[in-house]
């Protein structure tokens, strides 16, 4: 499967020997050339379609347990830089575990570039591989699924196959599994950065109002930015924090982060917490794995999807407006929206597969989206949920 663009090219031309490959659970090798970290990594392989943002998305913590492989072929051109990078508290490694890619990484070519793909990727242990037909392999996923693999690099090249194989074929599923314990934060902290705009000086900061507990369940970055940005004081605590220590920060509203695995899987120790904090009429927002486990905690189901969403161009349609936004995604699990409560309304919906992406609640000061409203990467078309949150604390705050 090396790619032949070089074949034929010149007498005695022999081509350059696979320094990775990558084994799937049924057994199909793709070979390649091997990059960042030397070793060997495991984890459900996905396709991402994002053109741009590919070190946010290297970065983004819900991909723990995860390989990723880009339809865009040229990945790494524009090189790393010490500011994109999503993960809080990993510091120095990432929830990805693997990458794969079509193209060599080329020469970096941006002036904000420190660094290229190659050495980043290795800096955080991420293995990977380039020279793959990642085309065949999208269509592979289209067609089966999620595969769970095994990526080898090794820059002399000895693999053991055989053992490739059947370690492949012997990885959990997904399904089932809680990975937010491998990157939520030990501590509580308190955020103030706000977005890069801002920091630049483009953008305004509204006042401040709202002191937000933030419930990280392996937050992006920008999120916290965001909700900053809108004016919240935001307090982050890590995925285990009870009930008692939530409300002893006073919060105007909590948030529900992102994060990696089943949603389903988090049901002993997140879920009743949150079912504790609507009860309470605590204003409460949530994006993604938030949005999954608001939905649990009011008694829906999820379920995991054929081959998930994974990029920057998704179009979700906002029932309550009408409106069309362009979103960015990363969900391989969704809320079966036939086992929504009475109380619940699905608010808005995939115009791709007409899959659910956010709920509210009629009875409690609640709302959630399945995509990532904070972008980074993506279009910044959803921005508009941070000031609906805001809108929500402030009648709370109106009708106490
Ligand atoms: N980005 C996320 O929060 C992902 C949520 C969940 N792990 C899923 O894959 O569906």
């Not at 990945?75 to 990078?85: K, L, S």
């Not at 079509?102 to 380039?130: C, E, F, M, Y």
């Amino acid at each position: 499967m090396l790619q032949d663009h070089a074949k034929g090219a010149a007498p005695g031309w022999e081509e350059p020997r696979a320094t990775a490959v990558v084994v799937l659970q049924d057994g199909t090798v793709l070979e390649g050339y091997g990059i960042g970290a030397v070793g060997e990594a495991d984890g459900e392989v996905c396709f991402n379609t994002a053109m741009t943002g590919y070190q946010e998305i290297l970065t983004d913590p819900s991909y723990a347990g995860q390989i990723i492989t880009f339809t865009f072929p040229h990945i790494g051109n524009v090189g790393t830089n010490e500011e994109d990078v999503e993960t809080v508290n990993l510091a120095g490694s990432s929830g990805v575990r693997g990458t794969i890619l079509a193209a060599p990484i080329t020469d970096p070519s941006n002036w904000r570039a420190s660094r290229d793909l190659d050495a980043w990727l290795k800096s955080r242990g991420i293995v990977g591989l380039s020279g793959v037909d990642t085309r065949a392999l999208t269509a592979l996923i289209r067609d089966r699924g999620m595969p769970n693999a095994v990526i080898a690099h090794d820059p002399e090249g000895r693999f053991d196959i055989e053992a490739l194989k059947a370690r492949a074929a012997a990885l959990p599923s997904m399904a089932g599994l809680d990975l937010v314990p491998m990157v939520t934060g030990s501590q509580r902290y308190d955020w103030d950065e706000t977005s890069w705009a801002i920091g630049q000086g483009y953008g305004r900061r509204s006042a401040s109002t709202h002191h937000v507990v933030a419930i990280d369940y392996g937050v992006k970055r920008n999120i916290l930015r965001l909700l900053t940005d809108a004016g919240c004081k935001v307090t982050v605590v890590p995925a285990t924090a009870g009930l008692e220590d939530i409300l002893a920060l006073e919060p105007d509203g909590v948030f529900l982060s992102n994060g990696p695995g089943d949603p389903a899987a988090t049901g002993e120790y997140a879920v009743p917490v949150i079912r504790e904090l609507l009860d309470r009429k605590v204003p409460t927002f949530g994006i993604c794995l938030g949005h999954q486990m608001l939905s649990l905690a009011v008694g829906a189901r999820t379920m995991k999807m054929h081959q998930g969403h994974h990029g920057a161009n998704h179009p979700v349609k906002d029932k309550t407006t009408g409106k069309v936004e362009i979103v960015s995604m990363n969900h391989g699990f969704a809320v079966d929206p036939a086992t929504l409560p009475g109380n619940a309304e699905e608010t808005h919906v995939s115009l791709f597969d007409g899959s659910n992406c956010g709920i509210q609640l009629n009875d409690r000061p609640a709302f959630s989206v399945q995509y990532h409203p904070e972008a980074s990467p993506g279009p910044r078309d959803s921005h508009y949920l941070f000031a609906r949150f805001v809108k929500l604390m402030d009648g709370a705050k109106a009708a106490r």
